[in-house]
């Protein structure tokens, strides 16, 4: 009996929490899927029907024509632009990764009770605004900048003939961008460098690995998710990016994301031949996410 | 039985976002532009404000004094101002639902715009300070005998160069093009630089260029472009690569010439090939609800006051054929005694460019290359 009463109280017990649980789980997810349905999707979806001159920005007649992209597939200047974008951006976010992954392994693995202040220093950058922070670099980079200033007073260089190739070029484009998004590649290295079960250190020491061979064998491993992660972090963005080549990087360093710009407003309206770059680039973007996004799983490792 | 239940509502809960996610783009795509346009509506008609897309320095940002007599005259109708960053942007800005009552593209676009069907010709007895306007410039300012174009600011593009670095062979277009000045060249972001080029190569209608001028003039930019340390687009990003000694010749604007010779020894060259004019030109919007307040506003702009002031302040021109600047330097550089400074023989005067998409996307690929 007793048995019995505790089994319908159970059940009582269950009956509203189950209820709860079917309106707050489409809620929850809901407005999410939602918000990313109508401000990501949709958008894209106008996009891409200007890409076809469905819409135009033309009062005239218009149709479905695959012209634009036809014009674009067979265009040498846009997919150079687009190579030389993708060439930078690899680049740059390659040497971050390189720069960044000491650093994240000594904040994480240094035993140092300072790391999180330390972090925070790192990431204290972001409490200022991203287009100070580009300009800051034409105040060290220019002609009478802090760098060529530095040249003149030790007499490397005259006042006469600066290091004028600082600013205004490619270099100064990778340059910001790598300042800009270091912080962004070192912490998810450091998350998965400090999520790494230390006995698995322990375990290749006592097994004879020197410390060299536990870092390839056990560290880097299991840190690669974090890396690729880092890595996309980087890429992603600074293949699309506009801002920091408009400032800084003159006529070398005109991107694929400047053209898109110049589509759309500064240039004479072509927002047909914009949308096919910007749909392009997001194609790229998107099967590029997927073929590293398999990278992102855990690899086990395994002793020979 | 757990995980059935568990199919059937994970089933359900993809049904639901489906038909939410295609019910939201269903009414986002049917009714974008209308409801855009009612919320746009409602705000200009809510707030009675006059509406003015103009240029940087223009609006409140320094331009006050233009309007000045405008704002007595209607203090509850202040104007309110978008800002656009060229005759393109401000196409794309109107197309994509603005709605100003005026707005201020150059000569060169008069036609462009009168034949678009955005704009409505102005009614020149509105505006008192008609009858001083330059009359080459009004003319410039008409489409079929109607006066779509009110002219007001005007100046020169021509090449700005530092003195003490730069010693030209020639008083050309060329000298955008020299090989000495590798890296210390500023070309200016617009489909106007395939005209210069083809004013350079001789062609004699640069804003009509056949397919093989065209191409001849984009080659020669295309190969040029390796000199040049910066294409700018707006004077700030001009004058601090200009005053930082990044760069030494450019294409410039008288205003560029009278901010740079208050700290730098510079010369403002007239090329051989002439210089081409521009001249501002307030048009009308088809359809305003405010245009008494609208001619009222171009009434003030086109007083030789505010004339004189856009002369000492910015270093352009008026229409006013009254205003004077106080710098003599200025009315001689300007040749403002000159009724014709702005039209042949002293210079080429912007005008229409009928291929004007192919223009732009021919100056696009040599930014791209």
Same mark, same amino acid.
């Given at each position: ?6 089994? @319908? ?35 894209i979806a106008i996009v891409a ?25 067979? %265009? ?6 687009? &190579? ?23 904040? *994480? ?8 202040? $330390?972090?925070?220093?790192?990431? *204290? ?6 287009? $100070? ?14 760098v060529n200033t530095f040249l ?33 590649? /070192?912490?998810?290295?450091?998350? %998965? ?11 290749? %020491? ?45 006529? %070398? ?21 914009? @949308? ?29 | ?20 996610? =295609? =019910?939201?783009? *269903? ?10 346009? *009612?919320?746009? +509506? ?12 103009d240029w940087a320095g223009y ?73 001083? $306007? ?43 093009? +020299?090989?000495? !000045?590798?890296?210390?060249? /500023? &070309? ?12 350079? $190569?001789?062609?004699?209608?640069? &804003? ?8 001849? @003039? ?49 010369? !403002? ?24 307040? /609208? ?23 008026? /229409? ?6 106080? @710098? ?42």
């Amino acid at each position: 009996m007793a048995i019995a009463d505790a089994g @319908s109280s159970s059940q009582r017990a269950l009956r509203p929490r189950r209820l709860r649980l079917d309106l707050t789980t489409p809620t929850l997810l809901g407005l999410p899927l939602a918000w990313l349905g109508v401000f990501f999707l949709v958008p894209i979806a106008i996009v891409a029907a200007y890409s076809f001159d469905v819409y135009s920005l033309d009062p005239g007649p218009h149709g479905f024509t695959l012209t634009a992209w036809h014009d674009f597939l067979h %265009s040498s200047v846009y997919l150079a632009l687009f &190579w030389k974008s993708v060439k930078l951006s690899l680049t740059v976010s390659a040497i971050i990764v390189v720069l960044a992954y000491p650093l994240a392994y000594y904040l *994480a693995l240094s035993g140092t009770k300072r790391k999180y202040i $330390l972090l925070l220093l790192l990431i *204290a950058p972001f409490l200022t605004s991203y287009l $100070l922070r580009v300009l800051a670099w034409k105040v060290i980079l220019g002609n009478q900048g802090v760098v060529n200033t530095f040249l003149f007073w030790t007499g490397l260089r005259s006042p006469d003939h600066p290091l004028s190739q600082l600013l205004y070029s490619r270099f100064a484009v990778m340059l910001v961008l790598g300042y800009i998004w270091l912080p962004f590649v /070192a912490l998810p290295i450091f998350v %998965s460098l400090e999520s790494l079960d230390r006995r698995l250190l322990e375990a290749a %020491s006592d097994l004879g690995a020197s410390r060299l061979q536990a870092f390839r064998r056990v560290t880097l491993p299991l840190s690669l998710p974090g890396v690729v992660a880092a890595f996309l972090f980087v890429f992603i963005p600074t293949l699309g990016e506009f801002v920091t080549p408009s400032l800084v990087g003159g006529t %070398s360093g005109y991107l694929y994301g400047n053209q898109i710009v110049d589509l759309f407003g500064t240039g004479f309206p072509d927002w047909e031949t914009g @949308s096919v770059l910007a749909i392009f680039l997001l194609g790229v973007v998107a099967v590029l996410t997927v073929v590293f996004a398999r990278f992102l799983q855990p690899r086990q490792v395994v002793a020979d | 039985m757990d995980k059935q239940e568990d199919m059937e509502r994970r089933l359900s809960r993809e049904q639901l976002l489906k038909v939410a996610a =295609a =019910a939201g783009g *269903a009414s986002l795509l049917g009714g974008r532009v209308d409801a855009a346009h *009612a919320a746009l +509506d409602w705000l200009n008609a809510d707030s009675g404000r006059l509406q003015v897309l103009d240029w940087a320095g223009y609006g409140n940002d320094g331009g006050q004094a233009m309007f000045a007599q405008y704002v007595k005259a209607h203090p509850k109708n202040k104007p309110q101002f978008t800002y656009m960053g060229n005759e393109s942007d401000a196409l794309a800005k109107i197309h994509a639902g603005l709605k100003p009552d005026l707005f201020r593209p150059y000569v060169g676009w008069v036609k462009y715009f009168a034949k678009s069907g955005l704009v409505q010709p102005w009614d020149p007895k509105q505006i008192s300070n008609f009858k001083h $306007l330059n009359p080459f410039m009004v003319k410039a300012g008409q489409y079929k005998g109607k006066q779509y174009g009110i002219p007001d600011d005007w100046g020169f593009d021509a090449i700005l160069y530092r003195s003490d670095k730069v010693h030209p062979k020639a008083r050309s277009w060329g000298l955008l093009f +020299d090989e000495r !000045y590798k890296g210390r060249i /500023a &070309w200016f972001d617009d489909l106007n630089m395939l005209t210069i080029a083809g004013l350079y $190569l001789g062609f004699d209608k640069p &804003w009509r260029q056949t397919d093989a001028q065209l191409k001849k @003039s984009q080659k020669l930019l295309k190969s040029k472009k390796h000199l040049v340390r910066l294409i700018w687009s707006s004077e700030t990003n001009l004058w601090e690569a200009f005053g930082s000694g990044e760069v030494w010749i450019a294409y410039a604007w008288p205003n560029d010439w009278v901010q740079m010779k208050k700290k730098l020894k510079v010369v !403002y060259m007239r090329p051989r090939e002439k210089p081409v004019a521009w001249v501002g030109m307030f048009m009308l919007l088809k359809g305003t609800k405010r245009p008494h307040l /609208a001619h009222a506003y171009v009434n003030a702009w086109s007083a030789a006051r505010s004339g004189k002031w856009l002369e000492d302040n910015y270093g352009y021109g008026h /229409a006013n054929t009254l205003a004077r600047p106080s @710098s003599s330097d200025l009315l001689k550089a300007l040749r403002l005694t000159d009724p014709r400074a702005v039209t042949e023989p002293n210079a080429h005067l912007d005008r229409d460019i009928p291929r004007r998409a192919l223009y732009a996307r021919m100056w696009e690929e040599v930014k791209a290359s």
